[in-house]
């Protein structure tokens, strides 16, 4: 027969043999996870380490890749900023030609050397009885000139700075020296409307002819076409 000291302790035993595939397995996992971080941590020194553990020729190399891309780009972007700065002179000059043709005809129109149109007024005078002077279209001439008139031509006269009416010996007048046919016209080009109001206020050109027996009228027009050009 067993005694309960020696049953006790078979019992004790066999327990203690069943917790041994425990413990083996936990041991198992813990060298599992620290391969895994030993793992880990050679990549990332791997990475972290390329160029470090490089041969001197791979270094050489790469250094030289790095620097020719290097002195690409610089030369890139030295081109790019010349030609940059031609488009830049060009603009210029381009802006520099442009403005003087614009100046060149706004001075050509004024001195009367070129065509013009723009809109204006058309002011006929017609004369009947043959009475108005020469003055009186220096009169009208001047009225309009000082309503802002910036191109007038008289007849086929193109008027300029140095204009002159007079008085034709076989009635009538002369501008510039050619003979004017009645009814007189007036092309002017400038403000229609400052024209027109100028020309009709009391005591103005229109009422001044009236008194002197003859008619104006004034049509306002949107484009006005002055052909008549002055020898430069």
Same mark, same amino acid.
């Given at each position: 027969?067993?005694?309960?000291?020696?049953?006790?302790?078979?019992?004790?035993?066999?327990?203690?043999?069943?917790? #041994?595939?425990?413990?083996?397995?936990?041991?198992?996992?813990?060298?599992?996870?620290?391969?895994?971080?030993?793992?880990?941590?050679?990549?990332?020194?791997?990475?972290?380490?390329?160029?470090?553990?490089?041969?001197?020729?791979?270094?050489? $190399?790469?250094?030289?890749?790095?620097?020719?891309?290097?002195?690409?780009?610089?030369?890139?972007? #030295?081109?790019?900023?010349?030609?940059?700065?031609?488009?830049?002179?060009?603009?210029?000059?381009?802006?520099?030609?442009? %403005? &003087?043709?614009?100046?060149?005809?706004?001075?050509?129109?004024?001195?009367?050397?070129?065509?013009?149109?723009?809109?204006?007024?058309?002011?006929?005078?017609?004369?009947?009885?043959?009475?108005?002077? &020469?003055?009186?279209?220096? %009169? &009208?001439?001047?009225?309009? *000139?000082?309503?802002? =008139?910036?191109?007038?031509?008289? $007849?086929?006269?193109?008027?300029?700075?140095?204009?002159?009416?007079?008085? &034709?010996?076989?009635?009538?007048?002369?501008? %510039?020296? *050619?003979?004017?046919? #009645?009814?007189?016209?007036?092309?002017?080009?400038?403000?229609?409307?400052?024209? =027109?109001?100028?020309?009709?206020?009391?005591?103005?050109?229109?009422?001044?002819?009236?008194?002197?027996?003859?008619?104006?009228?004034?049509?306002?027009?949107?484009?006005?076409?002055?052909?008549?050009? #002055?020898?430069?």
């Amino acid at each position: 027969m067993s005694t309960p000291e020696g049953k006790g302790g078979r019992e004790a035993r066999r327990g203690s043999g069943r917790r #041994r595939p425990g413990g083996r397995l936990l041991i198992g996992l813990l060298c599992a996870v620290l391969g895994f971080a030993v793992t880990a941590e050679v990549r990332s020194n791997d990475r972290s380490t390329k160029f470090a553990t490089a041969r001197q020729d791979e270094l050489v $190399g790469i250094l030289g890749d790095l620097s020719q891309r290097s002195e690409r780009l610089r030369g890139d972007i #030295r081109d790019l900023e010349s030609t940059k700065a031609g488009l830049e002179r060009d603009t210029q000059g381009q802006t520099a030609v442009e %403005d &003087a043709r614009r100046r060149a005809a706004t001075y050509g129109m004024l001195a009367g050397t070129l065509p013009a149109a723009g809109p204006g007024i058309r002011l006929t005078i017609d004369d009947p009885r043959g009475r108005l002077r &020469a003055e009186d279209l220096l %009169d &009208a001439l001047e009225e309009l *000139r000082d309503a802002g =008139a910036e191109v007038i031509q008289v $007849g086929d006269v193109r008027v300029g700075v140095s204009t002159y009416f007079a008085d &034709a010996a076989s009635g009538g007048a002369v501008a %510039d020296g *050619r003979l004017l046919t #009645r009814p007189y016209v007036f092309l002017v080009i400038g403000d229609p409307h400052t024209l =027109a109001t100028a020309l009709n206020i009391p005591g103005g050109v229109l009422q001044t002819l009236r008194n002197d027996g003859a008619r104006g009228k004034v049509v306002q027009e949107q484009r006005i076409v002055i052909r008549a050009i #002055r020898s430069p």
